[in-house]
T-cell receptor
Framework: KAGVTQTPRYLIKTRGQQVTLSCSPI?????VSWYQQTPGQGLQFLFE???????NKGNFPGRFSGRQFSNSRSEMNVSTLELGDSALYLC???????????FGSGTRLTVV | AQRVTQPEKLLSVFKGAPVELKCNYS??????LFWYVQYSRQRLQLLLR??SRESIKGFTADLNKGETSFHLKKPFAQEEDSAMYYC??????????FGQGTRLTINP
């Protein structure tokens, strides 16, 4: 079965712009999480959605937001981009609360 | 607060030697712990989780609640084990807290 699919793979944006990243979880997985990966901070939790509801949010500013659709696909949005938002953004999905997460390949965002 | 510490950023061992990647955690509840691996140019993937008590690719990890540790071990390292390894804690809030990772290099 198909894995977690993230689009686009690469993005270059200018400071002040906004960006939307997309994630399609494994079929049947209802929990979708987003993580930011940077060389300095490592992997940091952004937010988690289950059945279209945000259950948890990490310590990121309000410029970072997300949503989940009825088919479990998820999007995250970053507004007013800053240089420090340059990172690999990873999406992960899980079947049940006790399962490990399956990660996508990520979207590499570069802000110039 | 939940925290995962991987004290070694880099670890280099020779092929055939034993490997131990250290992971310590801080969590007041009952933890769920995982090891994830990222091979070069590949996505992050689950290696093993403590509740399964399984051995994957020769790796094992035992949860030691007294020492709050979840070290990853393999008795005989292989060159294909070279990768970045992350220890992660899942809290009741359904999020993963990752350690900073250990880059393992297996020398021929």
């Amino acid at each position: 079965k198909a894995g977690v699919t993230q689009t686009p793979r690469y993005l270059i944006k200018t400071r002040g712009q906004q960006v939307t990243l997309s994630c399609s979880p494994i079929s049947g997985h209802r929990s979708v999480s987003w993580y930011q990966q940077t060389p300095g901070q490592g992997l940091q939790f952004l937010f988690e959605y289950f059945s279209e509801t945000q259950r948890n949010k990490g310590n990121f500013p309000g410029r970072f937001s997300g949503r989940q659709f009825s088919n479990s696909r998820s999007e995250m949005n970053v507004s007013t981009l800053e240089l420090g938002d340059s990172a690999l953004y990873l999406c992960a999905s899980s079947l049940t609360a006790s399962d490990g997460y399956t990660f996508g390949s990520g979207t590499r965002l570069t802000v110039v | 607060a939940q925290r995962v510490t991987q004290p070694e950023k880099l670890l280099s061992v020779f092929k055939g030697a034993p490997v131990e990647l250290k992971c310590n955690y801080s969590y007041s509840g009952s933890p769920e712990l995982f090891w994830y691996v990222q091979y070069s140019r590949q996505r992050l993937q689950l290696l093993l989780r403590h509740i399964s008590r399984e051995s994957i690719k020769g790796f094992t990890a035992d949860l030691n609640k007294g020492e709050t540790s979840f070290h990853l071990k393999k008795p005989f390292a292989q060159e294909e084990d070279s990768a970045m390894y992350y220890c992660a804690l899942k809290s009741g809030a359904q999020k993963l807290v990752f350690g900073q990772g250990t880059r393992l290099t297996i020398n021929p």
